[in-house]
């Protein structure tokens, strides 16, 4: 009981300082400024036939000049040759060169390869952009010293309860994250939304040490790039700048896709990530054990409440004020959501040791 006690105070104190850090990332909006910085937007994709249309949709509907941006989309071998209209921006499709065990950070390499451009933003194909997303990467940059460039990641959910759980875990991960950029302690990113400038990713030799990792295109990069020049990597706070993707439709999607991005942990260059990963996985599982011992009596039920509330007060803390930055829409299916959260965290951090997950339908070990 004391242990418990113990970690879910760590965890306490650890969620609080990331609120700080999130309040330490100042909210940013373009300036107006004239357009300057030059784009290549690259799109990992594997049987995205349905999905690719409207990211490309949303690329048209940019309010980006068409000559400052392209958009390379690489195949990574889907059973259909995707075949692209006529746009006003130049786009082209080239097949992934696969030299690694992770198809992704393959598929990045292949097009940095082709890249002429000064940026390279990357996104996946089921992501929807705003109109403004590339101006207000180009205002921040000519506005700051950068070299790399972290961007909010949302869902596009329907009024079902798989959604609302999914929205809840993701923006507990980008609170997460916008607090350990506020915290100067970066870890974390989604390449979803994610910009660097092509030559960082030639002097940080791209992925090299860690290809044999399936997923983590966005994560290692991320952090060998704070290893060295941490105060050129910053967090763009900006609304206009969030890019929505879709949930996925089943638990076991769900799970697989959690898992593999568990995975990684034990693998972070990040003390920091490495430690605030403890504490989450310790934090969850002292709650299903406080339930447990709930159950056989040997905890009392004042005293399993009050633990819970306080988890639940400062988890809701950092939930609130990060969906207020990346949706207009309230929580939904809080209580319920929080209460299931601990016990499918828990389950997926265990699994990630030992078990396999699917991705794209290929089977991948953790």
């Known amino acids: 009981m004391i242990l418990v006690l113990f970690i879910l105070i760590i965890y306490v104190i650890s969620i609080s300082l990331l609120i700080g850090g999130f309040f330490n990332v100042k909210k940013y909006r373009n ?10 937007v690259i799109v990992p994709f594997r049987n995205e036939e349905e999905n690719l249309p409207h990211l490309l949709k949303s690329f048209s509907n940019l309010n980006y000049p068409t000559d400052l941006f392209e958009v390379i989309l690489v195949d990574d071998n889907s059973k259909e040759k995707f075949k692209i209209s006529s746009f006003k921006f130049q786009v082209s499709v080239i097949d992934n060169i696969r030299v690694s065990n992770s198809p992704k950070k393959d598929a990045i390499l292949t ?9 390279v933003i990357t996104t996946d194909a089921d992501c929807i952009v705003q109109e403004n997303w590339l101006l207000t990467f180009d205002n921040y940059i000519q506005e700051n010293n950068v070299l790399m460039l972290a961007g909010a990641v949302s869902y596009q959910c329907q009024n079902s309860f798989l959604h609302h759980f999914q929205q809840l875990d993701l923006t507990s991960l980008q609170g997460a994250t916008i607090g350990s950029f506020g915290l100067k302690k970066a870890f974390m990113c989604n390449g979803a939304n994610f910009a ?21 295109d966005d994560v290692f990069l991320l952090q060998k790039a704070v290893e060295q020049f941490s105060d050129k990597v910053h967090y763009l706070k900006a609304k206009d700048a969030i890019v929505s993707t879709k949930p996925t439709e089943n638990w076991k999607s769900l799970f697989h896709q959690r898992v593999r991005w568990a995975a990684k942990t ?3 260059k990040s003390i920091f990530g490495k430690y605030l990963g403890v504490i989450v996985f310790f934090g969850n599982l002292s709650f299903v054990l406080g339930f447990l011992f709930l159950l056989f009596g040997t905890l009392s039920y004042p005293l399993f409440v009050m633990l819970a509330f306080l988890k639940f007060i400062t988890d809701f803390v950092l939930l609130y004020i990060t969906n207020r930055f990346l949706t207009k829409s309230r929580i939904k299916s809080l209580i319920l959501s929080s209460l299931l959260y601990p016990f499918f965290s828990s389950a997926v951090a265990l699994y990630s ?3 396999s997950y699917e991705w794209k339908g290929r089977k991948f070990r953790s």
């Open 31 to 40: 300036q107006g400024l004239k357009p300057k910085t030059s784009f290549t």
């Open 111 to 119: 097009a940095i390869q082709k890249v002429k451009t000064d940026w």
């Open 196 to 216: 660097y400038k092509k030559f960082l990713f030639e002097k940080l030799n791209g992925f090299d040490g860690n290809n044999k990792i399936a997923s983590g």
């Open 266 to 268: 034990s693998s972070y």
């Open 353 to 355: 040791f030992f078990g």
